[in-house]
């Protein structure tokens, strides 16, 4: 008879999990990367078609579509004894389906002490504590090292065009930010992902735009776009993972921060 762990989830579930889990599906492209990480290849049974890391390993895992859009019926037929989802990133009522039928551990992740306490949270219920705090030490470590600013520059950073998307106060992306440095301009911690027209981002009129490569894959063409709008701005492309993968990414994206931070500061 398979030992079981009792834990409560970042939504205040508790659930109940066989110990370790033998047959795990991640429901987000950056914790399928961080489960590797935790060495639980061969645990890991299916991957998201947004996955990409580890290359060359999870191309032989099944595809269980996207994250808003996962393949239930798939994901039936696999059999997990444990799925790992997001509150933000998941669909609600898929995700709510599958508790019906099996172990679903549901994080909340809003700021840097948050993915870290998700990183030991995973390793507890997977059996790779050990792991999980050599990870999130390392994370510490990389992000000592990101430079105080002394003159904290005002930032918006763009996640959608068409119309312009841009990042609020109460999101990972902004405690990203804040670790850079930076102020993010969009201050109403209510709106969480804000539409923005032209003319208010002009009124916005901050020191710095980020462009992300995700969702949207904002490119070189789109910094004219911005500037016409902008004329006095520095306006920078972003790689998306590094300001919203919020699991083992975290350890390549204080070393991304630092350059980025020397780049901008040098223009």
């Not at 049974?45 to 994250?67: A, D, H, M, V």
């Not at 599958?98 to 994080?107: A, I, K, N, R």
């Not at 102020?183 to 462009?211: F, H, M």
Request: with cysteine; net charge negative; glycine share 4%.
């Amino acid at each position: 008879m398979a030992d079981f762990i009792k834990v409560t989830d970042d939504l205040g579930r508790e659930v109940n999990i066989p110990f370790p889990p033998q047959r795990i599906i991640p429901a987000v492209p950056s914790t399928t990367e961080f489960l590797f990480d935790l060495e639980l290849e061969g645990k890991v049974i299916s991957r998201t078609k947004f996955c990409r890391y580890p290359k060359g390993k999870i191309e032989k895992l099944p595809n269980i579509g996207g994250p808003k859009n996962l393949y239930v019926d798939k994901i039936n037929l696999l059999n997990p004894d444990l799925i790992l989802v997001n509150e933000e990133e998941n669909n609600k009522a898929q995700v709510e389906a599958l508790m019906e039928d099996f172990p679903v551990y549901v994080s909340k992740v809003r700021n840097y002490e948050d993915a870290l306490q998700n990183i030991l949270n995973t390793g507890k219920i997977t059996g790779t504590e050990p792991k999980a705090f050599e990870i999130t030490n390392k994370i510490r470590a990389a992000f000592a090292k990101i430079p105080k600013s002394t003159k904290p520059i005002k930032v918006l950073y763009l996640i959608w065009r068409n119309p312009f998307m841009g990042v609020g106060k109460n999101s990972f992306i902004n405690s990203m930010l804040e670790m850079c440095g930076f102020v993010n301009i969009l201050s109403d911690p209510q709106e969480r992902y804000p539409n923005l027209t032209a003319e208010e981002i002009k009124e916005l009129n901050p020191e710095l735009v980020l462009l992300s490569s995700e969702p949207y894959p904002f490119e070189e063409a789109n910094i004219k776009e911005i500037r016409d709008i902008l004329p006095n701005a520095k306006i920078e492309l972003a790689d998306g993972e590094m300001f919203s993968w919020y699991e083992s990414h975290m350890l390549q994206a204080a070393d991304y921060f630092i350059n980025l931070i020397k780049k901008i500061k040098a223009e």
